[in-house]
């Protein structure tokens, strides 16, 4: 995929992984759409990196809806990147939740992601290609107290790239699933840290999942986009446990083959 030729639409954009991939991206030559909703930060980050803002919350559907036209709209030319990166943790006990965490831990972790590929993937084709990149987590892999709600919702956001990349066999986009350990500095890495359990969790698991750097992360989301690599895995000494849990994925789509992944 030339990032250089490439409109990229990161969710997420306003701090953390996401402010660092979409100035990575920019830096390769992307025009970059930033979205989350903090409105001040977005501005400031595409003011540097000469970028386009929508200001949304994708928890609210009827922000989602038509947003990835809209910022085709804006910036000009479609969009053929979309980087799903924005994600909330709600680290804590499940009880202790209230419906509506519930709903938005979903919405932006589940549900945006899948409805941004549904409006993205028409003008990929269109344009001839396109790169969708799910930033997932290990905790959709291993179980970690306080994140039973998170981890369901990284699962299933590894499964939906799975499942995306069936549907869209043959075709000239890939989809790129990002699967890491803590990442360092983010809000997240200290909201998931206040809560006892889990610290202890990853306390146990140094060893094994050795922080991330936000930095290195970004620059290896950007390669894998510029490759069409399917998986981004951190840190890589933890790369058997997704390997795992990705077998019996692997086997089904080796079962299925020369089986038509879509109608027409
Ligand atoms: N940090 C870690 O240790 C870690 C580990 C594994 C995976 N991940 C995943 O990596 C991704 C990035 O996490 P991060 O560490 O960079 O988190 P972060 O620093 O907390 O940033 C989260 C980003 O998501 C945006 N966001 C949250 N709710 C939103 C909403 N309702 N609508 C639009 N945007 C929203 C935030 O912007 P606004 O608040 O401005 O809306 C912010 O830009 C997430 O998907 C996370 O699950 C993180």
């Known amino acids: 995929m030339r990032i250089d030729q490439a409109h990229a639409?990161?969710?997420?954009?306003?701090?953390?992984?996401?402010?660092?991939?979409?100035?990575?991206?920019?830096?390769?030559?992307?025009v970059v759409t930033l979205v989350a909703r903090s409105a001040d930060q977005l501005r400031a980050l595409a003011d540097e990196i000469d970028?386009?803002?929508?200001?949304?919350?994708?928890?609210?559907?009827?922000?989602?809806?038509?947003?990835?036209?809209?910022?085709?709209?804006?910036?000009?030319?479609?969009v053929t990147i979309l980087v799903?990166?924005?994600?909330?943790?709600?680290?804590?006990?499940?009880?202790?939740?209230?419906?509506?965490?519930?709903?938005?831990?979903?919405?932006?972790?589940?549900?945006?992601?899948a409805e941004l590929a549904r409006q993205a993937i028409p003008g990929?084709?269109?344009?001839?290609?396109?790169?969708?990149?799910?930033?997932?987590s290990l905790a959709g892999v291993g179980v970690f107290p306080g994140l039973a709600a998170y981890s369901a919702t990284?699962?299933?956001?590894?499964?939906?790239s799975a499942g995306?990349?069936?549907?869209?066999?043959?075709?000239?986009?890939?989809?790129?699933?990002?699967?890491?350990?803590?990442?360092?500095?983010?809000d997240m890495a200290e909201s998931v840290n206040s809560y006892p359990p889990t610290r202890a969790s990853f306390h146990r698991f140094r060893h094994l999942?050795?922080?991330?750097?936000?930095?290195?992360?970004?620059?290896?989301?950007?390669?894998?986009?510029?490759?069409?690599?399917?998986?981004?895995?951190?840190?890589v000494r933890a790369q058997g446990f997704s390997r795992l849990v990705e077998m019996p994925r692997r086997i089904t789509e080796w079962m299925l083959a020369g089986v038509p992944p879509r109608v027409g």
């Open 154 to 160: 990284k699962a299933a956001l590894t499964h939906l």
């Open 84 to 113: 799903n990166n924005a994600g909330i943790d709600m680290a804590g006990h499940l009880p202790d939740m209230t419906p509506d965490d519930l709903q938005r831990l979903i919405a932006v972790n589940v549900t945006a992601p």
């Open 51 to 78: 970028g386009h803002v929508l200001v949304a919350d994708l928890a609210d559907p009827a922000a989602r809806d038509g947003l990835v036209a809209r910022a085709a709209a804006q910036a000009g030319p479609p």
């Open 124 to 136: 990929m084709l269109g344009a001839g290609g396109g790169s969708i990149v799910n930033v997932s």
């Open 209 to 235: 999942l050795p922080d991330t750097d936000a930095d290195d992360l970004a620059d290896a989301i950007a390669k894998a986009v510029a490759g069409g690599r399917r998986h981004v895995r951190r840190p």
């Open 9 to 30: 639409l990161v969710t997420g954009a306003s701090r953390g992984l996401g402010a660092r991939v979409a100035r990575r991206l920019a830096d390769e030559g992307a």
């Open 164 to 186: 995306l990349r069936a549907d869209l066999r043959e075709l000239p986009i890939a989809v790129t699933t990002v699967e890491t350990g803590l990442i360092v500095p983010t």
